[in-house]
């Protein structure tokens, strides 16, 4: 069993096994004709469960032909130019390589003894991107696991910061007086990190939004005024740059501002948004983002990383300190001293894979402009789908697109009310999933059903788009005639 080992007297197998595994993908992604099979949970579910995981089959291509069984023919693949539905990219080959690279040498990124140039390639890569943002000279950051991870080190660090030195701050419960103001379009990993900070149920405010999906500033100065008048303290805004839903980018400058007039800390959570860093053409859509305090983006979602890539970012490195512990085993407190760079200091994690090395081989290879071309051109694509959907009487389209999604909804010309015509989106997309055809995803506007297109391959083209639309069209058409039937 040693012999399956990766060291210096293996390297033969290890080349052999790998390139085995490599090839089988690669003839997979040049002959998938479908982003999905179809396949159901109860058609996939028993060849798993017969699968005994005490019984090893010893041999790569086996294990690799029961993987093509189980997993690789059924799997949904982003790469696919009709998978539209969340927010997963199709992913890079310089990226993939530093994957490979990464997991062979299983650097762990939080102290330098376990990593040496790998911590000085993650650093770089925090202040390029730091730089790009504008967030100054003090800025710093560290890689997480995704946004979800950044947002709550974010909010971590912002109720960190708002408790007041005053007295009697501490008596009661002082958490309970901290608020966070977030627009209804926010992402939920807001909530949950409210949630894990032992903020109350009510500590997250949401702020309408405009019509263009956008918060309101004139709402959020009213929600911080009443907060400050009513003796609560409000501890963070977050702005969205890049909502899930509507890719819609909340007003930056006008909140950085009101942030600054009521000393609250400001979040952005431009996990969507961030590949605007890189654009050539709409990097001034993030305008205002170089005011933040703290920045959540996600190269996993619009820099075409694999999963998982992402970051958080601060203005003020020393804000960072929230998040550092010593162990005397791996980072004692005499090491800051003598200056030796652990990353675990200013991270919530402790071993920590060294995903950084794959935004810096795209870098190295295709430059930031490549990344930003790649993104520009699914935004302008979204341009055009809004077009067809805007032109087209069977859809309904909710905001014109500023990233690369487009949230509507079929409303079939023999619909007879709103219940029907959700019931009728419903059942198009679970159609269009169990077809392959295409992968879209669904939301909920102003609680009715809407269908989403979330706009990341650049391989789409606008008459993929239309021949999707049709699909729907088609499916939904087909539900009416058959609640028809039913009826009659
Ligand atoms: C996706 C997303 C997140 C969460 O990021 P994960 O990487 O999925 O954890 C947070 N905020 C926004 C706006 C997002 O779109």
Same mark, same amino acid.
């Given at each position: 069993?040693?012999?399956?080992?990766?060291?210096?007297?293996?390297?033969?197998?290890?080349?052999?096994?790998?390139?085995?595994?490599?090839?089988?993908?690669?003839?997979?992604?040049?002959?998938?004709?479908?982003?999905?099979?179809?396949?159901?949970?109860?058609?996939?579910?028993?060849?798993?469960?017969?699968?005994?995981?005490?019984?090893?089959?010893?041999?790569?291509?086996?294990?690799?032909?029961?993987?093509?069984?189980?997993?690789?023919?059924?799997?949904?693949?982003?790469?696919?130019?009709?998978?539209?539905?969340?927010?997963?990219?199709?992913?890079?080959?310089?990226?993939?390589?530093?994957?490979? @690279?990464?997991? %062979? !040498?299983?650097?762990?990124?939080? =102290?330098? +003894?376990?990593?040496?140039?790998?911590? /000085?390639? #993650?650093?770089?890569?925090?202040?390029?991107?730091?730089?790009?943002?504008?967030?100054?000279?003090?800025?710093?950051?560290?890689?997480?696991?995704?946004?979800?991870?950044?947002?709550?080190?974010?909010?971590?660090?912002?109720?960190?910061?708002?408790?007041?030195?005053?007295?009697?701050?501490?008596?009661?419960?002082?958490?309970?007086?901290?608020?966070?103001?977030?627009?209804?379009?926010?992402?939920?990993?807001?909530?949950?990190?409210?949630?894990?900070?032992?903020?109350?149920?009510?500590?997250?405010?949401?702020?309408?939004?405009?019509?263009?999906?956008?918060?309101?500033?004139?709402?959020?100065?009213?929600?911080?005024?009443?907060?400050?008048?009513?003796?609560? @303290?409000?501890? %963070? !805004?977050?702005?969205?740059?890049? =909502?899930? +839903?509507?890719?819609?980018?909340?007003? /930056?400058? #006008?909140?950085?501002?009101?942030?600054?007039?009521?000393?609250?800390?400001?979040?952005?959570?431009?996990?969507?948004?961030?590949?605007?860093?890189?654009?050539?053409?709409?990097?001034?859509?993030?305008?205002?983002?170089?005011?933040?305090?703290?920045?959540?983006?996600?190269?996993?979602?619009?820099?075409?990383?694999?999963?998982?890539?992402?970051?958080?970012?601060?203005?003020?490195?020393?804000?960072?300190?929230?998040?550092?512990?010593?162990?005397?085993?791996?980072?004692?407190?005499?090491?800051?001293?003598?200056?030796?760079?652990?990353?675990?200091?200013?991270?919530?994690?402790?071993?920590?894979?060294?995903?950084?090395?794959?935004?810096?081989?795209?870098?190295? @290879?295709?430059? %930031?402009?490549?990344?930003?071309?790649?993104?520009?051109?699914?935004?302008?694509?979204?341009?055009?789908?809004?077009?067809?959907?805007?032109?087209?009487?069977?859809?309904?389209?909710?905001?014109?697109?500023?990233?690369?999604?487009?949230?509507?909804?079929?409303?079939?010309?023999?619909?007879?009310?709103?219940?029907?015509?959700?019931?009728?989106?419903?059942?198009?997309?679970?159609?269009?999933?169990?077809?392959?055809?295409?992968?879209?995803?669904?939301?909920?506007?102003?609680?009715?059903?809407?269908?989403?297109?979330?706009?990341?391959?650049?391989?789409?083209?606008?008459?993929?788009?239309?021949?999707?639309?049709?699909?729907?069209?088609?499916?939904?058409?087909?539900?009416?005639?058959?609640?028809?039937?039913?009826?009659?």
């Amino acid at each position: 069993m040693r012999s399956h080992l990766l060291n210096g007297l293996t390297t033969e197998h290890y080349r052999s096994s790998v390139t085995e595994g490599v090839e089988r993908v690669a003839a997979k992604l040049a002959t998938t004709d479908r982003p999905f099979t179809g396949v159901t949970v109860d058609a996939l579910t028993p060849r798993v469960d017969a699968i005994d995981l005490d019984r090893p089959l010893g041999d790569t291509a086996a294990v690799l032909d029961e993987l093509e069984d189980v997993y690789l023919k059924d799997a949904v693949y982003f790469h696919h130019p009709r998978y539209l539905a969340h927010l997963n990219c199709p992913v890079v080959i310089p990226a993939v390589l530093g994957e490979a @690279v990464l997991s %062979a !040498v299983n650097s762990s990124l939080d =102290t330098w +003894d376990q990593s040496a140039g790998g911590t /000085l390639i #993650e650093r770089k890569l925090i202040d390029w991107t730091a730089r790009r943002i504008g967030l100054g000279p003090a800025a710093d950051g560290v890689f997480t696991s995704g946004g979800t991870q950044s947002n709550l080190q974010a909010l971590l660090l912002a109720r960190e910061e708002a408790k007041p030195g005053r007295a009697g701050w501490e008596e009661g419960d002082p958490l309970a007086k901290l608020r966070i103001f977030a627009s209804e379009a926010s992402h939920f990993s807001v909530q949950k990190s409210a949630r894990l900070l032992g903020l109350r149920q009510e500590a997250v405010v949401p702020v309408p939004v405009d019509h263009d999906k956008r918060m309101q500033t004139v709402a959020l100065a009213h929600e911080l005024e009443r907060c400050t008048r009513d003796g609560l @303290v409000p501890m %963070a !805004v977050v702005a969205t740059a890049g =909502t899930t +839903d509507f890719g819609s980018i909340d007003p /930056l400058p #006008e909140i950085a501002e009101l942030c600054a007039r009521y000393g609250v800390w400001l979040h952005v959570d431009a996990a969507y948004g961030c590949g605007l860093l890189a654009s050539l053409k709409y990097r001034d859509r993030l305008a205002g983002i170089e005011r933040a305090d703290s920045v959540t983006v996600d190269y996993h979602k619009s820099f075409f990383q694999p999963v998982s890539s992402s970051a958080v970012l601060v203005k003020d490195a020393a804000t960072l300190r929230h998040a550092t512990y010593h162990a005397e085993y791996l980072n004692p407190r005499r090491m800051v001293h003598e200056r030796i760079p652990n990353q675990v200091d200013k991270s919530l994690q402790t071993t920590r894979r060294f995903d950084a090395l794959k935004l810096w081989m795209t870098l190295r @290879v295709m430059g %930031a402009d490549g990344i930003g071309q790649l993104f520009d051109e699914v935004c302008d694509l979204a341009a055009e789908g809004w077009k067809l959907l805007a032109a087209d009487p069977r859809f309904d389209v909710v905001v014109e697109p500023t990233l690369s999604t487009l949230v509507f909804r079929c409303i079939p010309a023999a619909v007879t009310g709103p219940a029907e015509i959700d019931r009728a989106n419903l059942y198009a997309r679970r159609a269009l999933f169990a077809s392959g055809d295409a992968v879209v995803a669904g939301t909920k506007v102003g609680g009715r059903h809407y269908l989403k297109f979330t706009l990341l391959n650049p391989e789409t083209t606008a008459a993929d788009i239309a021949a999707v639309l049709d699909l729907i069209a088609g499916h939904a058409e087909q539900y009416l005639g058959e609640s028809l039937d039913r009826a009659s």
